[in-house]
């Protein structure tokens, strides 16, 4: 491209920063405009990453700025709307996950926008260094065929010793009033990552539950789910009020294949063949990389015209799969329902 790239940020939250690293890190970008209800959050913004125009109403910042492009970086309830003014002013989007509350709600929008405008969701575990060369050994075939996966996930971010506040609800206290918690705000990075390393699935039983009485969605998820292709069965096992373990979660992944396992555990992935050739990770790094790298896949797709890994379209499948652990589970906490 011989002119640069015009973006436009919406929402100044915790979250922001990460992206707007990610932008800084592309070229031939010009970050033009950021809006944020806070005037004061959305100068700090600016300032912080030399952004020239700062507004309140993202209506008049499309009107006055005119972007190429609107990154939405605000509460999920927000999404549609904004993503319809975009798409009315043609200027492309890349939208913050969930993108909807609800599959329909999902599904309408993407009726809605139709081919008008590209349109990403920013889902970025799949972009993870870790899960992205776990993705690239079992495609390329080093477990053989998946026979069977596991996925635990821990933190402590819902629930905290005495009285220091939790982590994840000291950044983003409304998380308290969510009625659905847990597999929406957390567990959807991780289906998303695990259609991305394993292919498509489907859910066969759940089963959440609450430890932080203070809350009104779950912290605690079992999920059971079969690959559609192999009919291997993957398990997912997350508990986000565990006491003793990091703010953020830690994950470990078993997969076991016909040929071999590969085992990735915390920081660190083993092929158990070969115990001595560990790859180890940096995941404070990484954890900024996976935001790079959704900007740039969707950088890269509005230049070359690439479908985006996490294109509106395939986001609908984590969407769906979301959804259904809802569904198997009774709609509630504390119920489960299974085949």
């Known amino acids: 491209m011989t002119t640069p790239l015009k973006v436009a940020i919406a929402g100044a939250g915790a979250i922001s920063e990460f992206h707007l690293k990610g932008w800084q890190a592309q070229s031939g970008i010009e970050l033009v405009a950021i809006c944020d209800p806070d005037a004061q959050k959305a100068?700090?913004?600016?300032?912080?990453?030399?952004?020239?125009?700062?507004?309140?109403?993202?209506?008049?910042?499309?009107?006055?700025?005119?972007?190429?492009?609107?990154?939405?970086?605000?509460p999920v309830g927000t999404h549609a709307p904004l993503v319809r003014m975009a798409a009315a002013h043609g200027?492309?989007?890349?939208?913050?996950?969930?993108?909807?509350?609800?599959?329909?709600?999902?599904?309408?929008?993407?009726?809605?926008?139709?081919?008008?405008?590209?349109?990403?969701?920013?889902?970025?575990?799949?972009?993870?260094?870790?899960?992205?060369e776990i993705a690239q050994r079992v495609q390329g075939g080093q477990i053989g065929r998946l026979r069977h996966a596991r996925l635990t996930v821990r933190s402590a971010s819902l629930f905290s010793y005495g009285d220091a506040p939790a982590f994840l609800l000291n950044r983003q206290p409304y998380l308290a009033e969510f009625p659905r918690l847990l597999v929406f705000e957390v567990l959807i990075h991780h289906l998303d990552a695990?259609?991305?390393?394993?292919?498509?699935?489907?859910v066969l039983n759940?089963?959440?539950d609450r430890i932080n009485p203070a809350l009104k969605g779950e912290d605690v998820a079992l999920v059971t789910l079969q690959s559609r292709e192999g009919g291997a069965i993957i398990t997912i096992d997350a508990n986000i009020s565990a006491l003793g373990y990091p703010?953020?979660?830690t994950d470990?992944?078993?997969?076991?294949?016909?040929?071999?396992t590969l085992v990735y555990d915390r920081d660190r992935i083993t092929l158990l063949s070969r115990p001595d050739d560990v790859s180890i990770h940096d995941l404070a790094a990484n954890y900024q990389a996976c935001?790079?790298?959704?900007?740039?896949?969707?950088?890269?797709g509005l230049r070359t015209g690439r479908a985006f890994a996490t294109d509106r379209?395939?986001?609908?499948?984590?969407?769906?799969?979301?959804?259904?652990?809802?569904?198997k589970a009774g709609g509630g906490v504390g119920c489960c329902c299974g085949l």
């Open 291 to 300: 935001f790079t790298g959704a900007v740039t896949e969707f950088v890269t």
């Open 206 to 208: 759940a089963r959440l």
């Open 91 to 132: 200027i492309h989007v890349m939208c913050q996950k969930p993108m909807t509350p609800t599959v329909a709600e999902a599904e309408a929008l993407i009726a809605d926008v139709g081919e008008k405008i590209r349109f990403m969701v920013h889902e970025n575990y799949r972009f993870r260094p870790h899960y992205a």
């Open 252 to 260: 470990r992944l078993e997969l076991l294949g016909d040929a071999d």
């Open 43 to 74: 100068r700090a913004r600016a300032d912080e990453f030399a952004i020239a125009q700062v507004y309140t109403d993202t209506a008049r910042m499309l009107d006055e700025a005119r972007p190429d492009a609107l990154d939405i970086i605000t």
């Open 194 to 202: 695990l259609r991305a390393i394993l292919g498509e699935m489907h």
């Open 247 to 249: 703010d953020l979660p």
């Open 313 to 327: 379209l395939d986001n609908l499948e984590t969407l769906r799969l979301m959804e259904a652990i809802y569904d």
